[in-house]
């Protein structure tokens, strides 16, 4: 998690620290099931269902949204059709959940279990996806797909947008990850150099490929870290090398970094792939920090305290870098925040409506209230607002100003 994992630090402490940076959440499925430990039973689906009612209390009272409930893994493409038979009936529950924590997007990372579990049959995993977009439309649930650097069968953006295209539901679309974008075409943390070869002309190559091909209304999110630069090759011998892990996997969850975190060895190529999100798509919507990192599981009271500040900053840089103050401060109303931070919660409207229902602009902000959705277990995320589609998740806004954070505990 972003403000530290669930094993270390307890939600009110992380809850608390996102509302001092008016973040609103993401919420990582670990976290939750860390809150029925002490009741009786564990992780049942009815102490899910009660751990989600008194977090969604927990959050109104610091006026904290939930953006996000994920992620939803392993699920696409199971070889053993029983199993797969069991992850619908838990998707149920994860829609049941999602509405009580007041959310209406259930994200799906694409499935990194071996190719004795899972297909990389294409049509069967489109037909696994079409399944939970039909399955949660109904309840006015969106889903959101995306592929890990170190997938089994679908690692590469280019692959989870051709998935999104062939599932074509106006429910489902796609999350596009800087550091799964960069760590599968850029960085290769088991070479020397930590880059791939060509990975420059590669890179460049791939993002005029998504300006032209992928379109920014189907785009659900957009997640923005970096990495850092590890002095020696991630393979056997090195602190991080797990045997049961691919190196791009171990390297996510020990050495991800903010956006702008060069001075702790940053080196991706992430302003690049947000020009070309941001700037050369136009997209208008959420902008999340997914940060995977082993400081995360560190005990004290600074953990959440700090990553929430590193955050912070991060944004503020993104602002600059692309040149956002004006577009923000325009946008902005103030009216909203004249309020009490915890109220905000309260005007929320919690219609639904799908991806391509509504291309209109809308904007608004604040530097940081409203900026951020924070993934406290292991994600931060921001808000970039001035939105495409002011309707995508209408639960998470509150007289034109959108506030979201995100919390999460688990790894992508």
Not at 393 to 412: A, C, I, Q
């Amino acid at each position: 998690m972003s403000l530290g994992r669930a094993c270390a630090h307890a939600m009110p402490a992380k809850l608390d620290e996102a509302a001092r940076y008016g973040f609103d959440i993401e919420l990582f499925h670990e976290d939750l099931l860390s809150m029925t430990e002490h009741m009786p039973g564990g992780p049942t689906p009815a102490n899910q269902i009660k751990a989600a009612k008194e977090l969604r209390l927990l959050c109104d009272a610091r006026g904290i949204s939930i953006m996000c409930l994920q992620p939803f893994m392993h699920y696409e493409g199971l070889i053993d059709r029983r199993r797969h038979a069991l992850r619908i009936i838990e998707m149920k529950l994860w829609i049941q959940l999602a509405h009580l924590l007041g959310t209406n997007l259930i994200a799906i990372p694409s499935s990194f279990l071996s190719e004795e579990e899972a297909s990389g049959d294409v049509d069967l995993i489109v037909r696994d996806l079409q399944e939970v977009a039909d399955l949660g439309r109904p309840a006015g649930m969106q889903f959101s797909y995306e592929a890990l650097c170190w997938g089994t069968h679908v690692d590469h953006w280019e692959q989870s947008w051709h998935v999104v295209q062939k599932v074509n539901r106006p429910n489902f679309g796609l999350c596009l990850d800087t550091f799964n974008i960069c760590g599968r075409i850029f960085a290769d943390p088991a070479a020397p150099s930590g880059c791939t070869k060509d990975a420059e002309r590669d890179m460049a190559a791939s993002l005029r490929r998504m300006v032209m091909t992928v379109d920014v209304n189907k785009i659900a999110f957009v997640q923005v870290v970096d990495a850092e630069r590890l002095r020696e090759p991630l393979v056997k011998g090195h602190k991080y090398y797990d045997a049961a892990q691919p190196s791009r996997m171990s390297w996510s969850r020990n050495c991800r970094l903010f956006y702008g975190e060069e001075d702790r060895g940053a080196y991706l190529p992430v302003y690049e792939v947000l020009h070309a999100i941001l700037v050369d798509l136009g997209y208008r919507g959420y902008i999340s920090a997914e940060l995977f990192n082993r400081s995360l599981s560190k005990p004290g009271a600074n953990v959440p305290r700090d990553h929430a500040r590193r955050a912070a900053r991060s944004w503020d840089k993104i602002v600059a870098d692309f040149s956002l103050n004006d577009e923000l401060s325009q946008s902005f109303h103030s009216a909203i925040f004249e309020q009490p931070r915890a109220q905000l919660s309260t005007a929320h409207s919690h219609a639904f409506s799908d991806f391509s229902s509504n291309k209109e602009q809308h904007s608004a902000h604040d530097d940081h209230a409203g900026s951020f959705l924070l993934l406290l277990s292991y994600v931060v995320s921001w808000i970039h607002d001035s939105m495409t589609r002011p309707n995508l998740y209408p639960s998470l806004y509150s007289n034109g100003v959108k506030t979201s954070l995100m919390l999460r505990s688990e790894v992508d």
